[in-house]
């Protein structure tokens, strides 16, 4: 089975601009988790989506958006980017009943300048 | 809130010594516990997990943890480590069978030769 993909895999962006990424599950996973990873906060969870539902959400701004398709893929949007938004965006995908494994993608790093 | 504590932030060791790496969490409820691991340039791969049952639980790699739920830890060990064992380690904890990950900040082992 092919594993989680996620893209682009690098992203350079200037202060102001919105940025979407996106995550391709791993065949029959229909649970999307996205993560953001920093040096200083570590590793953050942003959002859960289940059959197109958000069913969790961490504690980021509302700048933070995502969703998930019929076929399970998911993106997630970052408006008005700030400095503080460079990271390591990390997806991970599971099965129905969310966290007894999940299983995470390469990640997108995101430079803001 | 919940929170998961990672005391050793960097660990060096030499090959054939024993590791182990501490992990608190504070929260009451139910939790499933999980160590994931980050080889240099690598995705997060689980480790090991702990829902119920036996509470010493054995991994990949010959890596082990134990859940002491009187302590609120779940800390990993592995008698003899290897110059490929040198990753990033995180603990995460997922509370109620919810949807989200919180993971501690990390440990970064180096073993050296």
């Known amino acids: 089975k092919a594993g989680v993909t996620q893209t682009p895999r690098y992203l350079i962006k200037t202060r102001g601009q919105q940025v979407t990424l996106s995550c391709s599950p791993i065949?029959?996973?229909?649970?999307v988790s996205w993560y953001q990873q920093t040096p200083g906060q570590g590793l953050q969870f942003l959002f859960e989506y289940f059959s197109e539902t958000q069913r969790n959400k961490g504690n980021f701004p509302g700048r933070f958006s995502g969703r998930q398709f019929s076929n399970s893929r998911s993106e997630m949007n970052v408006s008005t980017l700030e400095l503080g938004d460079s990271a390591l965006y990390l997806c991970a995908s599971g099965t129905a009943t969310g966290v007894e494994t999940q299983y995470f993608g390469p990640g997108t790093r995101l430079l803001v300048l | 809130a919940q929170s998961v504590s990672q005391h050793n932030h960097h660990v060096i060791l030499s090959e054939a010594a024993s590791l182990e790496l501490g992990c608190n969490y504070s929260?009451?409820?139910?939790?499933?516990l999980f160590w994931y691991v980050q080889y240099p340039g690598q995705h997060l791969q689980l480790l090991l997990k702990?829902?119920?049952?036996?509470?010493l639980v054995k991994g990949i790699k010959g890596f082990e943890a134990e859940f002491i739920k009187s302590k609120f830890s779940f800390n990993l060990r592995k008698p003899s480590v290897q110059w490929s064992d040198t990753a990033e380690y995180f603990c995460?904890?997922?509370?109620?069978?919810?949807?989200?990950?919180?993971f501690g900040k990390g440990t970064s082992l180096l073993v050296t030769p």
């Open positions: 929260y009451g409820g139910t939790v499933n």
């Open positions: 995460a904890v997922n509370a109620d069978s919810g949807y989200a990950l919180n």
């Open positions: 065949s029959g996973h229909r649970s």
């Open positions: 702990y829902f119920s049952g036996d509470p």
